[in-house]
């Protein structure tokens, strides 16, 4: 009988494995398919060639087994000498793949000068060496078989044996290359022909150089790429293959190395070696040689039955090919569709693919042609999918171990050899099943039901027919080897368990219908924001929505906060009617709509299969310890939120028909009740664009996504920070003198300057309000005058934002600080800024970076100087005070602050301590110097500490009054200026006064009068007197600050009006002994100085003091002398000593000295005697 292989066999294919050095030839590239991605890279290297300044540099990457070595051997082959056979066998290859691409390689040939000739076919397979070693090989393989012309033969021997030496001595001893012994090299050799370097297995030196680095592999690599361009001198083609990008191989390098790498790589033409499906199965499909004649009919009708089920299975693209069915016969279509699938996970990719179509093992296709009879009637015999199946696990079974899946196909073949006494059917189906599940992604191509009737139905024992399968199905789900899932229509191989997992969801299922459908809902797939897509494009802002459930339970719905992120929230209904009478908005808070499905129950339903699946894997302890359990309810859950995240799309989703958007306009929201205005369905994201164009109709337009939003990267935080403080200090530079075109420059631009909120005036640059009409108008009439109202109570910052986040401005905390800053600068005279309760008069950088990170620390306020009879006040105060209150744009009240208390505490501690002046005054300067709100100062404290009436911010002006006021403020800042001086004026009164020297000259006189007497004084308050009378001061007031520290000890600008009482007293003293030394030495001068001086102080009891001075010389002693002893003779008895008696003497000779009666009692006097023994001559 006929055999398969008789009517039609896979074409031969070449060996596994293929070494690029190794084998070359016809024998190499016959059968050799080219398709689309190989015949890609041969178009795109010709190309190469032919550009006059491009490099010719390709890095071809493809996983293993793609056939990136077969395409090595073609290109080798397309560029050798026109006399290769091999070059012949290759080109009538391309020829018929792909004229274009042959006539290109033709060009590219004829270009190089090579059409005969052939390349120098530099081709090698790395191995794990430095690139130097490898390239060295590539080139004498090259060498070794071209054929140089008979000019320059002899120069290309030398070469040649140049490339052996280095080749011997590199195998011996090893070493690295320098790279201008390769660059000599490759010229000498391109002199006599173009040069292909294609280096196969390129991975290999890049895992070289993982190992150990060395710069030299680096900077060879690179300068290969560029000796390839044109400009170079060199005719140089390179061509690497890899199955990994450069940077992948370098995972132990350093981070740097690996950049390096990835950097190179850039200089390569990087071409991804990978097949597309439709790809792969047309190179399955020209593995088959054409069918005899004979099976043309037989072929066509099976072809057409075939395409009539898989319509059916929703595998159009294969039903709607039926040239490729017909070529890829005897693989059945389902066969067919996991083939490139399965190649690719479990296998390597066209090696397994090939070696499955032409191999020999047993369950190979080959095997299958050679070992099948073709039966005169009835169906074409098929390779089905437990063939195939098979064929992985017996033939491929190495590969499959190390896939990256390989665990769940070992959990399923377990499965499958575990199963005992099952029959060969139920063992095909259940191969079947399995198969389909390694394959399966949710799409058609699963182990569905009408899938596996399909595709098991084999005409084989007891699956001839589609009932047949459908009556094993059932017996291997009752055996507990298979499990349907009936929301996914799927079978899935059962790995077992005695856990009724089908019972406990549905217990679970019917407990949750009593739970309400929005907190359900909200529990199972909970929503993310929605953006307001147009709208975040046209207005330059980013606005998303909130969204939740709503269901007839709900009794309120609150509108989003300002501190919340989203700019408004929709609520989906999945039950009863819309609840509009449950919102009770306002037209300021952000907006709300409400969505309706006229059916949600499927969203329901699928809703529900999710929370019973997560409530048996999370809630049931048999579930906790079985593993197999808890492994299916994980890929069931997963299937279940793929089903609800369809039925969504179906109730609301952008190809929903029965979906409804209901809101109400923010003008009429508060007059609204009962049922809002609904809108038919369109996509989501252009209803929630309506909503917010009509809720933020008056929001900024900023064109900077890195600025305009909640939140800033680092980046822009700090772009923002540095624009902010130098507002504070640039303001009169164009661009606020930004420098470059850095983050900072752009945030001006698209914020300050496109917004016009700094620019040139009149008066030059500086911060100025938005024209009227502008994009910024409204927030900024919104921002000053919310500012202005707050008058009687300071205003917070960050609550400020949050009022300007809601509709209809949604102002983003972003840009909201910088027009904050802008507004404080264009109205600096009116606004003030308060940190922690204190008021800063300067905005500084730091004041600015303080408020960027804690705007709940800072207040505003508005001095409402901007009208009325606040604005006269400060104008009257301004030209009161004089010019130093009056800026270069107009009175300010900060102007006018700024300039008294600056007055204020220039003031020496005296001025602040002295009650020596007016009682307005007094008050006056009680109250500047516990102010701490210039408004409430200057409108205030001071009128009333004036006995005037407070300017209120809604006063009228009234004319004379405020000037009258202005005026007496003055004077009296004036007296407290002047306290200080007229106290030193005081000083030198009382100097003069005691010490008699008043008129002209009253310094120069007692600076010459205490020289006379300096070295006479004995008295220390006399003598510290004396010092500072002679001290060598300049000037006189600080003269007099001397004089006046030496004679209390305190200096006179710290004083109080006690120290100048203490300092008055104290100089009357300190001048009578000044002048009785002065006399006593003027009288010493005018004698010869033979006497001694005797001086008597006598102190009463009420306070008076008598001093006398005495010439006491030898002669008046001895007068005297007699008359004194007979005195106290005659009281010592009474007084009851000598001592006590000449006491008595000397009271009753003061007495008599002052001339006091007897009469007048006098409880004793103290008597101080100095007597000057030292006689001096003058």
């Not at 200089?267 to 054409?290: E, H, K």
């Not at 299916?632 to 793929?642: D, I």
């Amino acid at each position: 009988m006929t055999k398969l292989i008789d009517l039609k066999r896979p074409k031969p294919r070449f060996a596994r494995s293929i070494n690029v050095e190794r084998d070359s030839g016809t024998s190499a590239i016959d059968g050799y398919l080219p398709v689309g991605r190989a015949i890609e890279s041969i178009d795109r290297l010709a190309r190469a060639m032919l550009s006059e300044s491009a490099e010719v540099a390709l890095s071809v990457t493809g996983p293993y087994g793609s056939g990136k070595s077969s395409l090595a051997l073609v290109i080798d082959s397309l560029f050798a000498p026109e006399s290769d056979p091999a070059r012949a066998s290759a080109e009538a290859m391309l020829q018929a793949a792909s004229p274009s691409s042959m006539a290109l390689v033709r060009d590219a040939l004829s270009s190089a000068g090579a059409l005969k000739s052939g390349f120098i076919r530099a081709v090698v397979t790395a191995q794990r060496e430095p690139i130097g070693h490898t390239v060295v090989r590539a080139l004498l393989h090259g060498s070794e078989r071209f054929a140089p012309p008979a000019k320059g033969r002899a120069a290309f021997k030398k070469t040649l044996s140049t490339l052996r030496e280095l080749d011997h001595t590199l195998r011996a001893s090893g070493g690295r290359l320098d790279v201008r012994t390769i660059r000599s090299l490759v010229s000498d050799l391109s002199a006599a022909g173009p040069i292909l370097l294609l280096i196969d297995e390129f991975g290999k030196n890049l895992e070289a150089f993982a190992e150990t680095p060395g710069e030299g592999d680096l900077f060879l690599l690179q300068e290969l790429a560029e000796w390839t361009r044109s400009s170079s001198g060199s005719r140089l083609a390179l061509v690497t293959l890899q199955h990994m990008a450069f940077g992948d191989y370098a995972d132990g390098a350093s981070a740097v190395q690996r950049r390096e790498w990835v950097k190179i790589q850039g200089r390569f033409d990087d071409i991804p070696f990978v097949d597309t499906p439709g790809q792969t199965l047309a190179l399955v499909a020209a593995s088959f040689d054409v069918a005899s004649p004979e099976l043309t009919e037989r072929l066509r009708a099976w072809t057409k039955s075939h395409v009539r089920d898989l319509r059916g299975l929703g595998l159009t693209e294969l039903a709607g090919d039926t040239s490729l069915l017909e070529s890829c016969w005897p693989l059945h279509p389902l066969a067919l569709a996991v083939l490139p699938d399965l190649c690719q996970r479990y296998g390597q990719n066209e090696r397994t693919m090939f070696s499955f179509l032409a191999g020999s093992e047993p369950r190979s296709v080959g095997s299958f042609m050679r070992g099948t009879d073709l039966e005169p009637k009835g169906a074409l015999p098929s390779v089905h999918l437990d063939r195939l199946y098979d064929y992985f696990l017996e033939s491929a079974s190495s590969m499959v171990s190390v896939s990256a899946d390989a665990s769940r196909w070992l959990e399923i073949d377990t499965r499958i050899r575990d199963a005992h006494g099952l029959s060969d059917a139920s063992l095909r189906v259940l191969k079947a099943i399995g198969l389909l599940n390694l394959v399966s992604a949710g799409g058609s191509l699963r182990a569905s039901r009408s899938m596996l009737t399909y595709g098991a139905a084999d005409g084989r024992r007891g699956t001839v027919t589609p009932a047949q399968v459908e009556s094993v199905l059932a017996e291997l789900e009752t055996a507990g080897l298979v499990t349907y899932r009936e929301f996914a229509d799927e079978y899935r191989i059962w790995q077992g368990s005695d856990f009724d997992l089908k019972s406990a969801i549905l217990v679970a299922r019917r407990r949750l219908r009593d739970e309400p459908s929005r907190l359900m809902m909200q529990r199972v797939m909970p929503l993310g924001p929605i953006v307001a897509a147009r709208h975040s494009h046209t207005s330059g802002t980013l606005r998303a929505f909130e969204r939740a459930w709503a269901d007839d339970s709900l009794r309120a719905v609150a509108p989003l906060s300002p501190r919340d992120r989203g700019d408004g929230l929709v609520l989906y209904v999945v039950e009863g009617s819309v609840p509009t009478k449950a919102a009770k908005l306002t037209e300021c808070d952000k907006p709300v709509v409400f969505v309706t499905s006229s059916d949600p129950a499927p969203l329901l339903e699928a809703a529900r299969e999710v929370a019973a699946i997560d409530e048996v894997l999370n809630t049931n302890e048999d579930v906790r310890g079985d593993w197999v359990v808890r492994k299916e309810l994980a890929e069931r859950r997963t299937a279940a939120a793929f089903s609800l995240q369809m039925a969504f799309e179906s109730a609301f989703g952008a190809t929903s028909e029965g979906a409804r958007w209901h809101w109400v306009k923010p003008e009429t929201v508060e007059h609204k009740s009962g049922k809002w205005p609904s809108t038919s369905h369109r996509s989501p994201s252009t209803v929630i664009s309506d909503v917010a164009d009509a809720y933020y109709r008056q929001a900024v337009v900023v064109r900077n996504d890195l600025v305009n939003r909640h939140e800033l990267s680092s980046q822009a935080a700090k772009a923002r920070r540095e624009v902010v403080e130098i507002m504070a200090t640039n303001e009169s530079f164009d661009g606020l003198g930004i420098k470059g075109f850095g983050p900072d420059r752009t945030l001006y631009l698209s914020v300050l300057q496109e917004l016009g909120l700094h620019g040139k005036g009149a008066d030059g640059y500086g911060f100025r309000a938005p024209k009227v009409g502008s994009f910024v108008y409204p927030v900024w009439c919104e921002l000053v005058g919310r500012i202005r109202t707050a008058t009687a109570a300071r205003l917070n910052v960050a609550d400020l934002y949050l009022d300007l986040a809601l509709p209809p401005f949604g102002l983003r905390e972003g840009v909201a600080p910088v027009l904050l800053v802008a507004a404080l600068r264009t109205h600096q005279d009116e606004f003030a800024l308060y940190e922690h309760g204190t008021f800063r008069p300067t905005f500084s950088g730091d004041v600015g970076e303080r408020l960027l990170r804690n705007p709940g620390n800072f207040e505003v306020k508005s001095f409402a100087t901007g009208r009325g009879a606040r604005k006269e006040f400060v104008k009257a105060l301004a030209y009161e005070l004089g010019s130093g209150a009056v800026s270069s744009r107009s009175p300010s009240l900060v102007g006018v602050v700024s300039l008294m208390v600056a007055r204020i505490n220039m003031l020496p501690a005296f001025a602040t301590r002295t009650h020596d002046i007016s009682t307005e005054a007094v008050e006056v300067r009680r109250v500047l110097l516990g102010a701490t709100e210039p408004d409430v100062l200057v409108f205030e404290h001071l009128p009333l500490a004036l006995g005037c009436e407070a300017v209120l911010p809604d006063s009228r002006g009234r004319g004379g009054q405020l000037e009258s006021m202005a005026s007496k403020l003055a004077q009296v800042m004036a007296e407290l200026s002047s306290a200080y001086p007229r106290l030193l004026d005081g000083l030198k009164a009382t100097v003069a006064t005691e010490l008699r020297s008043e008129g002209d000259g009253f310094r120069e006189s007692l600076q010459a009068r205490a020289t006379e007497i300096a070295d006479k004084v004995i008295d220390p308050r006399v003598k510290a007197m004396v010092a500072a009378l002679r001290a060598g001061i300049p000037d006189e007031e600080p003269w007099l600050e001397y004089i006046a520290m030496q004679v209390t000890g305190v200096p006179p600008q710290a004083w109080s009006d006690d120290d100048k009482r203490r300092f008055s007293a104290l100089v009357r003293d300190i001048g009578g002994t000044f002048r009785r030394v002065e006399a006593l030495n003027a009288d010493m001068r005018s004698h010869d100085g033979s006497f001694d001086a005797v001086r008597f102080q006598v102190n009463w009891t009420h306070g008076s003091e008598t001093v006398k001075l005495v010439m006491w010389d030898e002669a008046r002693r001895r007068s005297t002398r007699d008359v004194v002893v007979k005195a106290v003779n005659a009281l010592e008895a009474e007084a009851g000593s000598r001592a006590a008696a000449l006491d008595w003497l000397m009271a009753a000779l003061a007495e008599e000295e002052v001339g006091q009666a007897s009469q007048t009692h006098v409880p004793g006097p103290r008597i101080d005697a100095e007597i000057n023994k030292k006689v001096e001559t003058a």
